[in-house]
């Protein structure tokens, strides 16, 4: 399966800092990443699909100015959590789209951490 | 619209006895199903995935997982449980209505008795 990585697996930063978390789609060219959070012992919550050369598509209740998606490359997706809060404190995990096999394959996560 | 309940959020198991979770969906259009498994710390590994060719799915490591329209089910079972089955369990609904979305389960957190 296509492999994805993503940077860094952990950070924790001060509240009202911003955060860039980087998904990278390694071995495959990714029109469509898709961005998760879950919150401990929950499920994951999409937040956004990120779809590469145009806007992200923001799911309902989710701030589009709080979480800036820029999806400049075939390879590359960035969510970054502005002006961060400890609520925001959550695991994130992207996800490529291979339409060809009609699967996700997903990235192992950041857990971000806001003091 | 498209969801997806998982019907026990816990299971419990002895090592060597059959594995049951249960799934079920409901979607407007003819759904893609998943199965994924999430050990702790890891990243989501897919196990199998149905879409609307077989309606009895294999997957690794022993999973298998059988669509049924009538009953608008996806369980997951496997016949034997390993200790390193211990994980948590997302079944995932995806229609194809040309926005790839996918929506997950709550999730179901297998435990494996030795």
């Known amino acids: 399966g296509a492999v994805v990585s993503q940077h860094p697996s952990r950070v924790i930063c001060k509240s009202g800092t911003s955060v860039k978390i980087e998904c990278r789609s390694l071995?495959?060219?990714?029109?469509?990443m898709f961005w998760y959070r879950q919150f401990p012992k929950q499920s994951l919550m999409l937040m956004a699909t990120?779809?590469?050369?145009?806007?992200?598509?923001?799911e309902q209740g989710v701030e589009k100015d709080k979480f800036l998606i820029n999806h400049a490359s075939l390879t590359l997706s960035t969510l970054t959590v502005t002006s961060a809060h400890p609520e925001d404190s959550s695991f994130y995990i992207c996800?490529?789209?291979?339409?060809?096999?009609?699967?996700?394959?997903f990235g192992p996560g950041t857990r971000l951490t806001v003091l | 619209a498209q969801s997806v309940t998982q019907l026990d959020s816990h299971v419990s198991v002895s090592e060597g006895t059959p594995v049951l979770l249960r799934c079920n969906y409901s979607?407007?259009?003819?759904?893609?199903l998943f199965w994924y498994v999430q050990h702790p710390n890891k990243g989501l590994q897919l196990l199998l995935k149905?879409?609307?060719?077989?309606?009895l799915v294999k997957g690794i490591n022993g999973f298998e997982a059988e669509f049924k329209k009538s009953e608008t089910s996806f369980h997951l079972t496997k016949p034997s449980a390993h200790m390193s089955d211990a994980a948590e369990y997302f079944c995932?609904?995806?229609?194809?209505?040309?926005?790839?979305?996918?929506?997950f389960g709550a999730g179901t957190r297998l435990f494996v008795k030795a």
């Open positions: 995932v609904v995806s229609d194809d209505t040309g926005g790839f979305k996918t929506i």
């Open positions: 149905y879409t609307s060719a077989a309606t």
């Open positions: 990120s779809n590469e050369g145009s806007k992200a598509t923001y």
């Open positions: 071995d495959f060219q990714a029109t469509t």
């Open positions: 996800s490529v789209w291979f339409g060809s096999k009609n699967t996700q394959y």
């Open positions: 979607s407007s259009y003819s759904p893609s």
